[in-house]
C-alpha cells in the first residue's frame, strides 16, 4: 500500500506532456528557408550532384544556406547563419565537390566548408574577429574565394586587403598576405588562382575615379611577385568588374563608359594596356555563371550579346545576338560536357507565356515554353539551368513572388512559397460555419442552378457515408485532440466543431499576401501586391486589421495599410482583402489578379490605428498631423466626430536632437472629421543619452472574465486594468542601461518604471502586456549585488503585477476611469525576477474567447523550441519561505528564483523551429483552447489549454459511454 502513492506519481507525469500520437495532429511546422539571393553569383542558386543525389544550393535573404532535392523540392538540409554573420558567398571548386565552402561575417570574418550531402560543418577558422571586420556596402565587396586546383585548399580575401590560403583538410593558415595599403584607396574584390599564381584583383581611388589594381602572388609562399595599377575608370567594381577564372587563361573584364576592356593576367603583370572589343558597346555586362569558360553576356538598348574568349585565351569577341532586350528577360548558363551554353527566358506577348530558349555560345538550339502563371506567381525574376545525363533540361526559377519552382522539359515538379519566411503581419480569421454559408447559396436560387449544386454537393456523399459509419460503429466524435478537418474543396469555407480551423492572412515584404489554412498550413490563397509587377516601386506593409468578421454577417475582411515607395515620390496605401479568397474589394468587380492599392495621402503615415466603436474603421496620421479614415464614408465619419476629443496615442519625437516620447489628442474642426488634426499634449523626456529602441502597442483588449484576485483570506486585489497604457522600451549606451516604462497614452503618466543593464550598451527585451500583467525578458550581463537572484549572470525573466491601490480591497475602477482623474496613479505593483535558461526571440501570452481561463506565457527560444509556462509559475506573489495554509489555497508555492528547462513545457516537441520573429495567439470557439502561431523563418501551429479542456467531457467520462453504447448495439446487430 505504501507503494501506491508513488505508482499513481509516476503515471501521472505522463499527463504533462503531449502524447505522441498528437504530434503532427494537433500541431504543424513549415520548414522554410527563404527567397534565393540572386544578386550575385556567389549566393545565387546552382545544380550540384553528390553520390548520385540532385540537389540544388542556394543562399537566401534569410541568411540560410541550404541545400533543395531536385526530384520533390524537400529540404536536404540548411545551415542558418547567425544574424551579425551574414552569408557573403558559398563556393564549390567544381559542380560534383562535396564540400561547399562559405565565407560570412563583416569583412569576410569566416570560412566554414560544409558537407553537400549533410550540411555538416567539415571545418571553420576566423580570419578576424567580427568587431575588426570592415562594413561596406554592397556586402560583397571585398570579399572572394578562390580554390587551388591541385590542393584543393582554400584561398579567401578578408576586409579587402589580406589574402590567405587555408588547408583544405585542417582549415588552418598556409599562408596570409596583406596588403601595404590597408586604408580605403585599394579594395581588393577578386582572386583568381593557377597553379602557380594567386591574383588578387580590385580598384583604387584615384582623384577622378576608380582604377584597376592587380597583384600576383605565389600560390606556394604568398610572396608578393608584382603589383601594378592599371589605367582604366571603372564606375562601379560591383557590376562593371569581371574575372575569367579558368586556369589555362586568367583574365580581367570591365566595362568603361560603354566599352568592353579585357587584359589578360600573367604572374609578371608586364601588359598593362588593356585590348578593347570593338563593334558596339553596351549598357552593363552579366556574369550568367560562365566565369570559368570565359563567357559574358552584355546588354544594349539593341539587346543581348554573349561575349566570349578567344581559344588562345588572347582576346574578347561577340559570339551571337541572343536576342532583344526586355525588362523581362532573364539569362543562365551551363556547361553541358564541358561546354559552355546558354539560356534565356522572356515573355511571348505572341504565345501569352513564359519562353525558354537554350543554345551554345554560337548558335540557338531549342524554343520551349514554361506554364508559369504569371497570375499567381508573378514573373521569373532568376533561373538557373541543368541538364541530366540524358540530355533533359532542368530549370530552377525564382519569381517575382518569391516562389521557386522546378520544371523538367515544360513541366511544372514542384513550387515553394518562400515568401512565407518573410512575414511580418499575421491575422486569424474566423470561418463561417457550413449551414449558414449554404443557406446563402440556396437563396432565390433557380431550379437548374440547385440540380446543380446538389450534383456537385453529391461528390462528398461517399466521404460522408464513410465518417457516418466510422462513428456509428466506433463511436468516435470529433474531440479537442482531433485534427481540424478540412472542408470540401468543392464548397465554401466553413469552421470545424471547436472553431480550430481558421484562417491565417500572412503579409510579407515579399509583396504578397497568402491566406492559410490553420488545419494544415496549405496556402488556400495567394495575392500579390503591386511591387511585384511594377519595376522600381516597393510596397512594405506596416498595420494590418480584422475590419469585418462573421459575427458582423458578411464575409471577413483585411486592411493592410503599407508604404508605397517609388523614386520619386513616397506614398501610404491601403489594400482591401476578402479574408476567405483573397478577392479585392476595392475593386467593384473582384479579381484574382494583382490587388490594387487605394492611394490614402502622399508621403509617410506617422501612425495608424482601428478603431472600433459602433463600427471598425482606420485612423491614419500623415506627417502634416492631419487626419484620415479608411474607408471614408458617412457612418465612419459620423462615428469619428463623435469619440475624437476621448482619443490619445504616442508618438516617437523624430526631428529633435533629444528624443522623447509625445502624447497626442485630436482636435475637432469645423469643417468635419476631413479636417481633423492631431495635437500634442504632454511629453516624456528621457534623460540625457537614452534613446527609444521600440513603443509597443497598448494593452490587449480582449474580454476580461475576473476583475480581480481573491484572496486565502477572502479579501481581493483589483486588477489594474487601465486601457490606455503601452510599453516603451529604451537604451543609454553611455550608462550601459535598458529601460522599460508603462506610461498611460492619454496624459504621459508613467506607472512603472525599471532600469535594468544593458548588454555591452545593447538592448534585446523582449516584453508582453496583457490585463495588469507585464512580462519582460533581458541578458544580466553583470554581477548584482541585489535582488533574489545576485551575483550571477545569465537571463532573467521579471514578472510585474499591477493592482488597485495601495492593499487589499481598494477599489478605483481603473477600467473605466477617466484618464485625468488623479487616482489613475494610485496602484500597487508586484514585481519579481527569475533565472531563465535560454535566450528569447518572441514571447506572448495566450488568449481565449471569454478569457476566463488562465492564462500561459509562450516564448520561442533561440535554440529553436517553443515553451509554455504557467502563469502561477510566474506569479510575482509567491512567497520566499513556505506557504500559509490561505497562501496554499489561493494556489501560491515557495518562490524558486530559477525557471528549470523542464522539457515537458516544449510545445514544439521535436521540431526544430527556427528564427522565430514573432508569436501570435487566437481564441478558439472552446474557451478552454487557445491556437498558437509562431512564425520568422519557419512557421509553427499548434494548441494549447491551460486550464486543461474543461469544457470537453474527458476520455476518462465519455469511454464508459462509448462502451455501453457499443454493447447495446450489439443485441441488435
Not at 481558421?502 to 495575392?527: E, H, L, M, P, Y
Amino acid at each position: 500500500m505504501r507503494l501506491l502513492p508513488f505508482l499513481l506519481l509516476f503515471y501521472t507525469l505522463g499527463c504533462w506532456a503531449l502524447h505522441e500520437s498528437d504530434v503532427g495532429v494537433v500541431d504543424w511546422h513549415k520548414e522554410l528557408i527563404g527567397v534565393p539571393s540572386f544578386a550575385s553569383q556567389s549566393t545565387a542558386p546552382r545544380f550540384t550532384s553528390v553520390d548520385g543525389r540532385n540537389l540544388i544550393l542556394t543562399a537566401t535573404g534569410n541568411n540560410v544556406l541550404a541545400a533543395i532535392e531536385e526530384k520533390d523540392g524537400s529540404i536536404a538540409w540548411r545551415y542558418i547563419f547567425d544574424a551579425e554573420d551574414r552569408i557573403i558567398g558559398f563556393y564549390q571548386n567544381g559542380d560534383e565537390n562535396a564540400v561547399v565552402v562559405t565565407l560570412s561575417g563583416p569583412g569576410g570574418a569566416t570560412v566554414r566548408s560544409i558537407d553537400v550531402k549533410t550540411g555538416e560543418v567539415v571545418l571553420e577558422h576566423h580570419l578576424h574577429s567580427n568587431s575588426e571586420g570592415l562594413l561596406v556596402e554592397p556586402h560583397q565587396l571585398g570579399k572572394d574565394v578562390a580554390f587551388d586546383k591541385s590542393a584543393q585548399d582554400i584561398y579567401s580575401i578578408s576586409n579587402g586587403h589580406t589574402v590567405t590560403r587555408l588547408s583544405a583538410t585542417t582549415g588552418e593558415p598556409v599562408w596570409s598576405w596583406a596588403s601595404q595599403d590597408q586604408t580605403s584607396l585599394t579594395v581588393f574584390d577578386r582572386l583568381v588562382s593557377t597553379p602557380e599564381t594567386v591574383y588578387a584583383i580590385g580598384v583604387s581611388t584615384s582623384f577622378a575615379s576608380l582604377t584597376l589594381h592587380v597583384a600576383s602572388l605565389s600560390a606556394s609562399t604568398g610572396q608578393l611577385i608584382q603589383s601594378s595599377e592599371i589605367h582604366s575608370s571603372i564606375h562601379d567594381p560591383s557590376t562593371d568588374l569581371f574575372t575569367f577564372t579558368s586556369a589555362a587563361s586568367p583574365a580581367v573584364v570591365w566595362l568603361e563608359q560603354g566599352l568592353v576592356k579585357y587584359l589578360p593576367l600573367t604572374p609578371d603583370l608586364k601588359k598593362k594596356k588593356p585590348n578593347t572589343l570593338s563593334g558596339e558597346q553596351f549598357t552593363s555586362i552579366i556574369d550568367v555563371g560562365l566565369s570559368s569558360h570565359g563567357v559574358l553576356v552584355g546588354l544594349n538598348k539593341l539587346g543581348s550579346t554573349v561575349l566570349k574568349v578567344d581559344d588562345d585565351g588572347s582576346n574578347l569577341k561577340a559570339a551571337r545576338a541572343l536576342g532583344g532586350q526586355d525588362a523581362t528577360d532573364s539569362f543562365a548558363g551551363h556547361a553541358v560536357n564541358g561546354s559552355p551554353h546558354l539560356a534565356r527566358t522572356y515573355w511571348s506577348t505572341k504565345l501569352e507565356q513564359i519562353t525558354l530558349e537554350l543554345g551554345g555560345t554560337d548558335s540557338l538550339e531549342t524554343t520551349t515554353q514554361l506554364p508559369l502563371s504569371t497570375e499567381k506567381h508573378g514573373k521569373i525574376a532568376h533561373f538557373t539551368v541543368g541538364v541530366s545525363p540524358s540530355g533533359e533540361t532542368t530549370v530552377f526559377t525564382t519569381t517575382t513572388t518569391g516562389s521557386i519552382q522546378l520544371y523538367k522539359g515544360s513541366e511544372l515538379q514542384w513550387v515553394r512559397e518562400e515568401a512565407l519566411a518573410t512575414t511580418t503581419h499575421v491575422e486569424f480569421i474566423e470561418l463561417p460555419e457550413r449551414v449558414a454559408t449554404e443557406g446563402d447559396l440556396q437563396r432565390d436560387e433557380s431550379f437548374a442552378h440547385r440540380i446543380g449544386r446538389q450534383i456537385v454537393q453529391a461528390q462528398d456523399f461517399p466521404r460522408y457515408l464513410v465518417n457516418f459509419g466510422k462513428r456509428f460503429v466506433t463511436g468516435s466524435y470529433a474531440s479537442a485532440t482531433s485534427s481540424a478537418a478540412a472542408s470540401s474543396t468543392d464548397g465554401p469555407l466553413s469552421r470545424d466543431t471547436f472553431g480550430f480551423r481558421q484562417i491565417i492572412v500572412s503579409a510579407t515584404t515579399s509583396g504578397v499576401v497568402f491566406g492559410i489554412d490553420s488545419s494544415n498550413g496549405n496556402v488556400i490563397w495567394k495575392r500579390s501586391l503591386e511591387a511585384v509587377e511594377s519595376a522600381g516601386v516597393a510596397i512594405t506593409p506596416i498595420k494590418m486589421w480584422t475590419l469585418k468578421t462573421v459575427s458582423d454577417g458578411v464575409e471577413p475582411e483585411i486592411v493592410i495599410v503599407a508604404q508605397r515607395r517609388t523614386e520619386n515620390d513616397d506614398s501610404t496605401v491601403v489594400y482591401h482583402i476578402n479574408a476567405l479568397n483573397g478577392d479585392d474589394l476595392s475593386r467593384e468587380a473582384p479579381s484574382p489578379g494583382v490587388l490594387e492599392s487605394v492611394s490614402v495621402f502622399q508621403g509617410l503615415a506617422l501612425e495608424a490605428f482601428l478603431l472600433d466603436h459602433h463600427g471598425k474603421f482606420v485612423v491614419l496620421l500623415d506627417e502634416a498631423m492631419k487626419v484620415h479614415l479608411y474607408p471614408n464614408n458617412q457612418a465612419s465619419r459620423t462615428i469619428f466626430s463623435t469619440i475624437l476629443d476621448k482619443l490619445s496615442f504616442p508618438l516617437r519625437s523624430r526631428f529633435s536632437r533629444q528624443q522623447n516620447i509625445k502624447g497626442y489628442q485630436i482636435s475637432s474642426s469645423s469643417d468635419g472629421p476631413a479636417q481633423a488634426t492631431a495635437y500634442p499634449t504632454w511629453t516624456l523626456p528621457l534623460p540625457q543619452g537614452e534613446e527609444i529602441q521600440t513603443v509597443l502597442p497598448p494593452a490587449s483588449r480582449g474580454p476580461i472574465a475576473s476583475l480581480g484576485k481573491v484572496l486565502g483570506n477572502r479579501t481581493t486585489l483589483y486588477k489594474y486594468l487601465n486601457p490606455r497604457l503601452f510599453t516603451a522600451l529604451t537604451v543609454n549606451p553611455h550608462r550601459n542601461l535598458c529601460g522599460v516604462y508603462l506610461v498611460d497614452s492619454a496624459k504621459g503618466t508613467v506607472v512603472y518604471h525599471a532600469e535594468i543593464p544593458a548588454n555591452h550598451g545593447t538592448c534585446d527585451v523582449k516584453a508582453a502586456l496583457v490585463e495588469n500583467w507585464l512580462v519582460y525578458h533581458y541578458y544580466e550581463s553583470e554581477f548584482v549585488e541585489t535582488g533574489n537572484v545576485k551575483g550571477t549572470k545569465g537571463y532573467r525573466l521579471v514578472t510585474v503585477e499591477l493592482f488597485e491601490g495601495n492593499g487589499v480591497d481598494e477599489k478605483i475602477q481603473s477600467s473605466d476611469m477617466s484618464a485625468f482623474v488623479n487616482a489613475t496613479a494610485d496602484l500597487s505593483a508586484y514585481e519579481e525576477s527569475f533565472v531563465f535558461p535560454h535566450a528569447l526571440s518572441a514571447l506572448a501570452p495566450t488568449t481565449t474567447k471569454f478569457g476566463i481561463t488562465a492564462k500561459d506565457l509562450i516564448v520561442a527560444t533561440k535554440n529553436g523550441k517553443i515553451q509554455s509556462f504557467p502563469r502561477r509559475l510566474l506569479n510575482p506573489r509567491r512567497p520566499h519561505r513556505k506557504p500559509t495554509s490561505e497562501e496554499a489555497e489561493e494556489g501560491l508555492f515557495q518562490y524558486d528564483p530559477v525557471v528549470y528547462d523542464d522539457p515537458k513545457r516544449v510545445i514544439s516537441h521535436n521540431y526544430q523551429v527556427s528564427n522565430v520573429q514573432k508569436i501570435v495567439t487566437a481564441p478558439a470557439l472552446l474557451e478552454s483552447t487557445s491556437l498558437v502561431f509562431a512564425f520568422g523563418l519557419d512557421m509553427f501551429l499548434t494548441r494549447v489549454a491551460p486550464s486543461n479542456t474543461f469544457d470537453v467531457l474527458t476520455i476518462l467520462i465519455t469511454r464508459p459511454m462509448v462502451q455501453s453504447k457499443r454493447l447495446r448495439e450489439r443485441w441488435y446487430l
